[in-house]
């Protein structure tokens, strides 16, 4: 008898997605590696961008303004990014956009993840009307233009930090509201959800003990496969002036403001276009990687 098989078979069902992850650690692609880094220095930037930045990232100089990035000719290593229009260095600016994208980017795929996945238990619990229902507000929301709505909403309602905040977090929930009533329709009939109802286990403890592990997995990809979506959502309104607005600055608000410089300071543009296009990459390249290190069928 192997040690596997003394391990009990919901434990063995649980953890086997999450030990062909950390198998697959031992052989990621440099890609994979480069990914990670750059993800978790952008995490370390939201954490701890207020004791990073060089400068107050509202601190103006206009003796040093349109200071070019090292090492162009007529930069300067107090400004290694350059400064921008009104002599605010560039560094610290980037570093505080970074932070309040990334916070906004995460909290709004957080609670999108939340709504989703509650409904999506809910549609399979309930069934009758209920599944119908939501199924039907799934099926609204993704035929809907989100973008467009949001822009529709915020031109209505004006520039609210609250509003922007609730579509955030509205946007993406259908995709996991239908993954999640897909995956728990399907656990509800395999043999350790049974065997627990059979126990006598309220629907409870079934879904959050049992089914809600085991569906693990395909949430996560899920997640990631939002991410990047979320925070192009949030890049592109605050590029529009509809998002973050000054004095707080973002990574799409940096990005409106240099656009009409892209001749005369094209750092100004380029810097931040550049932090949202690796970081949403970075996102991508992680999620396909979790995706064929939980799927046993694309193991090889």
């Known amino acids: 008898m192997t040690a596997e098989a003394n391990i009990p078979a919901r434990s063995r069902t649980i953890s086997r997605p999450f030990v062909w992850m950390l198998s697959g650690l031992r052989r990621m692609p440099l ?6 880094a750059f993800l978790t220095l952008m995490l370390v930037v939201t954490v701890f961008g207020r004791f990073l930045q060089p400068y107050a990232f509202e601190q ?4 040093a303004r349109m200071k070019p990035p090292a090492p162009l000719e007529g930069f300067t290593w107090t400004h290694p990014l350059g400064t921008d229009k009104l002599g605010r ?11 309040t994208s990334m916070a906004l980017t995460l909290l709004g795929t957080v609670v999108g993840a939340i709504i989703g996945i509650t409904l999506g238990f809910v549609a399979a619990h309930k069934g009758r ?3 119908e229902a939501i199924m039907a507000a799934v099926d609204f929301q993704a035929a809907m233009p989100w973008f467009i709505v949001a822009l529709a909403v915020l031109a ?5 930090m609250i509003v922007f905040l609730m579509l955030m977090g509205l946007y993406g929930w259908e995709g996991y509201a239908r993954i999640t009533r897909g995956l728990v329709l399907s656990a509800r009939e395999q043999g350790y959800a049974l065997a627990v109802h059979g126990l006598g286990a309220t629907p409870r403890w079934i879904y959050l003990r049992h089914v809600l592990p085991n569906i693990a997995g395909p949430l996560l990809v899920q997640l990631t496969i939002n991410f990047p979506s979320t925070i192009l ?11 973050i607005r000054p ?14 410089y892209l001749i005369s300071a ?14 949403t990459l970075s996102m991508s390249i992680l999620g396909d990687w979790l995706r064929a290190r939980l799927d046993p069928s694309l193991e090889n």
């Not at 209505?156 to 609210?160: A, H, I, L, Q, V």
């Not at 094209?266 to 970081?279: C, H, K, Q, S």
């Open 233 to 243: 959502f949030e890049t592109s309104l605050s590029f529009l002036g509809l998002g």
């Open 60 to 63: 103006i100089d206009l003796l």
């Open 129 to 131: 009307w209920w599944d």
């Open 156 to 160: 209505f309602m004006g520039n609210s």
């Open 31 to 36: 890609l994979v590696t480069l990914s990670i």
């Open 89 to 99: 260095d560039l560094l610290s600016r980037l570093i505080v956009g970074a932070q």
């Open 266 to 279: 094209w750092w100004l543009a380029v810097v931040p276009g550049t932090v949202i296009f690796l970081t």
């Open 247 to 260: 004095p707080m600055t973002s990574l799409g608000q940096m990005l409106g403001e240099g656009r009409d």
